[in-house]
């Protein structure tokens, strides 16, 4: 009997370790699909949310790949989320409802110490989405939840270099969206009037449909991943 005993408790160690290896297996395979080279840390993103929800500037610090330090910025709301932003969408009946009002905190800055850089940041428990743009060139930050749905719920989030994303990515992110996005909106200036520097204030409406639903999980992350892509651009 003890025999057997310590024969189900091995196989139990051995079903554990072989479960792991298959979670890391799928979000290293991947990553490693998009990217040539990447990072993977840990943000309190609750801590982060609560600063930029009661501060109108906050500074926070951004851990490095590889732990090579932390990115020490200054941030503070970007308005991207006005005060009569609407979230609509349709159930699984087809019926339009409203969502609820979103707590996402689209944020922009600087480096402190280094005016020229630039740092688009969305937060939400759970969420950061954006770039910290350095010497380097642009860093974009992501949840690790877009590689590997195992990783919804945790405060794990990838690190990349634009320069490292590979020509043969299978999917888009946040370079691409980001790029993509500014180009639509460089070629319709191309077709309006404005002095050099002038600021203005726009509506503008985002649509998502149900493979993003799909990729996102929820209404709630799609909508968090949409402010996170109109904040970037």
Known sequence: MIKCFNLFNLSGIIMIVLTGLSFETLAQKNLEDMFYDYSIVNIDSRSIHQQSRTKHFFEVAIPKPEGKGFWNVELHNSGVVSDDYQSLYTDAKGRIQNGPRTQAIPTTGYI?????????????????????????????????????????????????????????????????????????????????????????EVDYASANDFLMFQDFGSVVGTENHAIGVTNNV
């Open 112 to 200: 402190v110490g280094y005016i020229s850089s630039s740092v688009s940041l969305t937060f939400i428990e759970g969420f950061v989405y954006g770039f910290i743009k350095d010497k380097s060139g642009y860093n974009f930050i992501e949840p690790l939840a877009y590689y590997d749905v195992n990783s919804r719920g945790s405060d794990l989030y990838v690190v990349y270099n634009d320069k490292d994303l590979k020509p043969t990515a299978p999917h888009s992110c946040g370079t691409t969206e980001m790029h993509h996005k500014t180009d639509e909106l460089s070629n319709h200036d191309k077709n309006t009037t404005s002095r050099v520097g002038e600021c203005f």
